[in-house]
């Protein structure tokens, strides 16, 4: 299967500051790059996707860049709200990066 | 659109005994997957169908593990002699195409004492 690695493990930030987590891949087989939050006792959810045909995509305060040369691709927050708080996780070939805690403190 | 549903939310064996967990996907989608999730880790995958052939299944995943889907909608997972280190959350996702977001259930919660 795929291997992503996902950094950082942790992450706190001021409310209102910029967040970003980035996954590194080692290949290229699927040009489907989505993130996904859980929250506390919920379940993971999409919160945004790209194709490798384009290299940015972005959904009011959330972005998700694509570099497929340096295969890598990073989630944006900007202007982070308390409840950003979750885990974000990166996903390749169906298989989910170790995560990132996000904690926005108010 | 129901959304993924599993059954049961809770299960509670004790070690050595089997169990059985259902999955019913979202009605049009094609690809169904297994993950396993221990608390403060990322789901695992197990294993995932396209329609009702099981095309990959984790190197990780014993044999004890085994997961059908006969007819190409509900799916189960079983697990055959459970063991403390089976207690996890076990989830259920479907998705249309191996390139659209992956819909989860809400669960199964396994305890093995």
């Known amino acids: 299967g795929e291997n992503v690695e996902q950094h950082p493990s942790t992450l706190s930030v001021q409310e209102g500051d910029s967040a970003v987590i980035k996954c590194t891949y080692s290949?290229?087989?699927?040009?489907?790059f989505p993130w996904y939050k859980q929250e506390l006792g919920k379940r993971p959810q999409l919160i945004i996707d790209i194709r490798s045909n384009v290299g940015e995509k972005k959904d009011q305060r959330i972005a998700v860049t694509l570099n497929k040369t340096a295969k890598h691709f990073s989630l944006h927050i900007t202007e982070t709200q308390p409840e950003d708080s979750a885990v974000y996780f990166c996903v390749r070939d169906m298989r989910f990066g170790a995560g990132t805690r996000l904690t926005v403190k108010p | 659109d129901t959304g993924v549903s599993q059954d049961p939310r809770h299960k509670i064996t004790k070690r050595g005994q089997n169990v059985t967990f259902r999955c019913d996907p979202i009605s049009e989608h094609n690809r169904l997957y297994w993950y396993r999730q221990t608390l403060g880790q990322g789901p695992e995958f197990l294993t995932y169908?396209?329609?009702?052939?099981?095309?990959?299944k984790s190197r990780l995943l014993s044999d004890r593990f085994s997961a059908e889907r006969p007819k190409g909608s509900f799916s189960t997972l079983e697990i055959q002699r459970t063991e403390q280190g089976d207690s996890a959350m076990y989830l259920c996702?479907?998705?249309?195409?191996?390139?659209?977001?992956?819909?989860f259930g809400n669960g199964t919660r396994l305890t093995v004492t």
């Open positions: 169908f396209q329609n009702e052939a099981q095309l990959e």
């Open positions: 996702a479907s998705s249309l195409t191996d390139r659209s977001p992956l819909h």
């Open positions: 290949d290229s087989a699927s040009n489907y």
